[in-house]
């Protein structure tokens, strides 16, 4: 009896151990903003509705692009949860390379703490500053770091660099990294954060689209390994991880591009305490 019991609590504890668990979404939805249909705006909010939170890049930085958000919001506000949301100022870049953030998220799966924040640590070193919030879900706190790196031919390494440091200048939260990189998931400039406990969620996986493929056959429309999730892996436990191929409800290629040049990433995870 003694056994069983002991065997009951072990379960029981390691049940307890992990209270969050959390769908989580990133998209760089190409010039996000008026170019929009509502046909587009429609489509895109049927793929993310499963979603409790959705991290998006690439948010154009006039009003157009706030507008497409609300929009978005809308939308998803008719497909019976209800969703709140957060946009960024336009990052401090060029006027030909800001660009706004925003966080979508279901209110009665996380609650939002403090105020979300465009990260001034490295404004003169990172050219889109990372786009911060702090989420709870049953009394743990996840902070979300939502970014867009300047393109390969700008060397984005040299901005990624910095994100050594986040950990430290945050050493009480628990930290997700998410977006677009443009950088591979082996390149040497996430070594530092892996160093410091942190795990990248996927290896190998494209998830810009070609300019030319046929979406209708077994062939890969994906080119570049660009968007990420970085995690604590001490901290975390990722459940599932993925992607969707968005295109192939499209015939043509060009008609999937016209709702982003990327796929959304996603992960399921729990946070675990001690």
């Not at 154009?60 to 497909?79: C, I, S, T």
């Amino acid at each position: 009896m003694k056994q069983k019991l002991s065997i009951f609590i072990l379960v029981f504890l390691n049940f307890q151990l992990a209270i969050a668990q959390v769908n989580l979404a990133s998209w760089n939805i190409q010039h996000l903003g008026k170019s929009k249909s509502e046909d587009n705006i429609a489509y895109m909010a049927e793929v993310l509705r499963d979603f409790d939170i959705i991290a998006i890049q690439e948010v154009v930085a006039g009003p157009g692009g706030a507008q497409a958000v609300g929009r978005l919001v809308d939308e998803l506000n008719r497909k019976g949860s209800k969703w709140d949301y957060k946009i960024s100022d336009p990052t401090k870049s060029s006027p030909y390379s800001s660009e706004r953030y925003a966080y979508i998220w279901k209110t009665h799966k996380v609650k939002i703490q403090d105020q979300a924040f465009l990260d001034q640590n490295f404004v003169d070193e990172i050219e889109r500053e990372p786009y911060v919030i702090r989420f709870s879900y049953k009394d743990e706190t996840f902070t979300l770091f939502n970014f867009h790196a300047v393109p390969t031919k700008k060397q984005p390494e040299r901005e990624v660099k910095y994100f050594r440091n986040y950990p430290d200048l945050y050493p009480d939260e628990t930290l997700i990294f998410m977006g677009d990189y443009n950088l591979v998931d082996h390149h040497t400039v996430f070594n530092p954060l892996k160093n410091k406990g942190y795990e990248l969620a996927f290896e190998g996986q494209k998830t810009s689209l070609k300019m030319k493929c046929d979406t209708q056959k077994e062939n890969d429309c994906l080119s570049k390994v660009y968007d990420h999730f970085i995690f604590p892996s001490k901290k975390l436990n990722v459940l599932k991880k993925g992607v969707i191929h968005f295109y192939k409800d499209f015939e043509d290629i060009q008609l999937a591009r016209k709702i982003s040049d990327h796929i959304p990433i996603w992960m399921e995870f729990e946070i675990e305490t001690e």
